[in-house]
Every structure is written in structure tokens, then in C-alpha cells.
């Protein structure tokens, strides 16, 4: 049974920095793809960020490229988004999700919300200004 946990949300002003941390079981994590969405209110779910099995392809949507990091520690089941640069706009739930095998897709930054199979609960980042 695949169970995802997210941590780390908390409220932080604008410029600071957050990072979440999202443990996992149930799956292999070599061959599993990961991923970050987050959800504002009143607003669709959206692709933050989302990494390869292996950790060495990720994708970011271009509203957070160049503030956050996509990683992950295989060996620890986790998987990381370091927040830097934090705006309001970044305020959200955050949610990680899982894709174990089998799949098929074209490439990483054209996987969807409906792709990943497994999510977590979700944690709140509130950024003030």
C-alpha cells in the first residue's frame, strides 16, 4: 500500500525560504516518478515540480524556475522541494504524488495531476508580504 506524508509547510514572510519534505512507502523508489503540485484557493491544482526515478531529469513549472529545487534520497524514501525566493503567490497547499510502473509518457514537464496515481495529504505554505 503506497502511503505519501508531506512536511514542512509553515508561514514565512516574502523572500524567505521553506523546505518541504514529502516520505514515502510502498513502492520502489528507483523506478518510481515523484512530484510537487499545490493548490491556492480558489484555483485549479498545478504542477510545481516533478523529478525521474533516478533524480536526475526534473521539470519545473516556469513561475517557481530558478527559486525551487526538486530532489530526492532513494535510499530514504523522501523527496525534497527547497523553496527559495518565496513570493505571496506561492501560497498554496502543497502536494506531493507518485507514479509507480507501469507508465508511458512523452516527456516530464507534459505530466499532468491525472498521471500520478498516489498523493499525499497535503501541507499549507503561507507567504506574507
Known amino acids: 500500500q503506497v502511503h505519501l506524508m508531506e512536511s514542512g509547510g509553515d508561514s514565512v514572510q516574502a523572500g524567505g525560504s521553506l523546505t518541504l519534505s514529502c516520505a514515502a512507502s510502498g513502492f520502489t523508489a528507483s523506478r518510481t516518478h515523484r512530484g510537487w503540485f499545490r493548490q491556492a484557493p480558489g484555483k485549479k491544482r498545478e504542477r510545481v515540480a516533478n523529478?525521474?526515478?533516478?533524480?536526475?531529469?526534473?521539470s519545473y513549472v516556469e513561475s517557481v524556475q530558478g527559486r525551487f529545487t526538486i530532489s530526492r534520497d532513494n535510499a530514504k524514501m523522501t523527496m525534497y522541494l527547497q523553496m527559495n525566493s518565496l513570493k505571496p503567490d506561492d501560497t498554496a497547499t502543497y502536494y506531493c504524488?507518485?507514479?509507480?510502473?507501469?507508465?508511458?509518457?512523452?516527456?516530464?514537464?507534459?505530466?499532468?495531476?491525472?498521471?500520478?496515481?498516489?498523493w499525499g495529504q497535503g501541507t499549507q505554505v503561507t507567504v506574507s508580504s
Open positions: 504524488a507518485a507514479r509507480p510502473p507501469p507508465y508511458s509518457y512523452s516527456s516530464l514537464s507534459a505530466l499532468t495531476e491525472e498521471w500520478f496515481l498516489y
Open positions: 523529478i525521474s526515478p533516478s533524480g536526475e531529469n526534473k
